[in-house]
């Protein structure tokens, strides 16, 4: 596939070469199987809570005022999320870093700057799609989420979800992945399959955190490949052609 020029640095930041063979992925078939021919994921959909039908506004200042968990007690400030309401891409990462406590915005360290550079070679700004993260407070140390901690912000990112409505979601690495779907499988195992996100049956992609990719820059054109495959999922999303069974 001919990738745009313009896209050629950010492409050079993913250490992806200009020019990338990709392989379609088939239709679902009537087996109820996707891409891959692995078997599409239900999981589990979001509970109600105090943060239903909350517009933007109030679950913002909800999130901004939390003591939920003890995470409020060492955070700068709360980290909500970025991007467009209406986005019809939606990026969920694992919890805010050192740098995105300090500015309170998702995905601003050298690891979210790959990230833009990853939507850019998509074609996106990061205006153009919402990018929020499982938990709204920094973890000490940037040690991984408690449970209790997800379940404690759980509602949170689902009102989020509710209120973007995006067509498709990228879970980025395996923290938020397993998060997201409710599942402890690998990474590699979730990678390559549409899940299926709660009763509304959201799809949901799964790849690699820039973070990993920064320390393992040899899994950079594995990334590559998921977006691909993403792009290629929401190009059917978008022509009404199903994805799930
Ligand atoms: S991580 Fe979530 S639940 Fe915990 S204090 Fe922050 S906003 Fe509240």
Redo the contacts with the bound molecule.
């Keep these: 596939m001919a990738i745009d020029p313009r896209h050629a640095a950010y492409l050079d930041a993913l250490g992806v070469d200009v020019y990338v063979r990709r392989e379609l992925p088939a239709r679902a078939p009537e087996s109820g199987r996707t891409t891959g021919g692995q078997p599409v994921e239900a999981v589990p959909g979001p509970a109600p809570g105090e943060a239903a039908g909350l517009d933007w506004s109030a679950l913002r200042e909800r999130?901004a005022a939390?003591?939920?968990?003890?995470?409020?007690s060492t955070?700068t400030q709360?980290v909500f999320g970025v991007g467009s309401p209406t986005a019809r891409w939606m990026f969920i990462g694992e919890?805010p870093g050192a740098e995105e406590d300090r500015q309170g915005e998702p995905f601003v360290g050298r690891a979210g700057q790959l990230l833009t550079s990853m939507l850019k070679a998509l074609g996106f700004a990061r205006e153009d799609v919402y990018i929020t993260n499982v938990?709204?407070?920094r973890p000490p140390g940037n040690r991984d989420?408690r449970p209790e901690?997800a379940r404690?912000?759980r509602e949170?990112l689902e009102r989020q979800i509710e209120l973007v409505a995006p067509t498709l979601i990228v879970a980025i690495g395996r923290i938020a992945a397993q998060n997201l779907l409710g599942t402890d499988m690998p990474l590699a195992k979730l990678r390559g399959t549409v899940h299926a996100l709660g009763p509304g049956r959201r799809p949901v992609l799964v790849t690699y955190h820039p973070a990993y990719l920064l320390r393992s820059p040899g899994e950079k054109r594995k990334a590559w490949q998921d977006l691909l495959l993403a792009r290629a999922i929401f190009g059917r999303l978008e022509r009404g052609e199903s994805v799930l069974p």
């Design positions: 999130v939390c003591t939920r968990c003890e995470l409020h955070r709360t919890a938990l709204k407070c989420p901690e404690c912000c949170y």
